[in-house]
């Protein structure tokens, strides 16, 4: 029987435990940390792609074509 057989039984077998060992109290402000964590890692990966992806608009060239320079013969006609 290997870890991934655990099946609904088995899960609810050890949430049954964990209420019991921590409290109910316990466990709801542990998820509510966790949710804060969730929350901020999310937000940190977001401002991470954003501060990369205004990096690489900074370092990007510009490709329009220089003006080709005035020829001053073809003016005196």
């Not at 088995?10 to 949710?35: N, P």
């Not at 969730?38 to 003006?67: M, R, Y």
Request: charged share 25%.
């Amino acid at each position: 029987m290997g870890i991934g057989n655990i099946g609904l039984p088995g899960l609810l077998l050890i949430a049954v435990v964990v209420l019991v060992l921590f409290g109910r109290g316990k466990i709801s402000s542990l998820m509510g940390e966790v949710g804060k964590g969730i929350t901020a890692f999310k937000q940190g990966v977001s401002e991470g792609s954003k501060e990369i992806e205004d990096q690489k608009a900074d370092e990007a060239t510009d490709v329009t074509p220089a003006p080709a320079p005035a020829d001053e013969t073809k003016d005196k006609v």
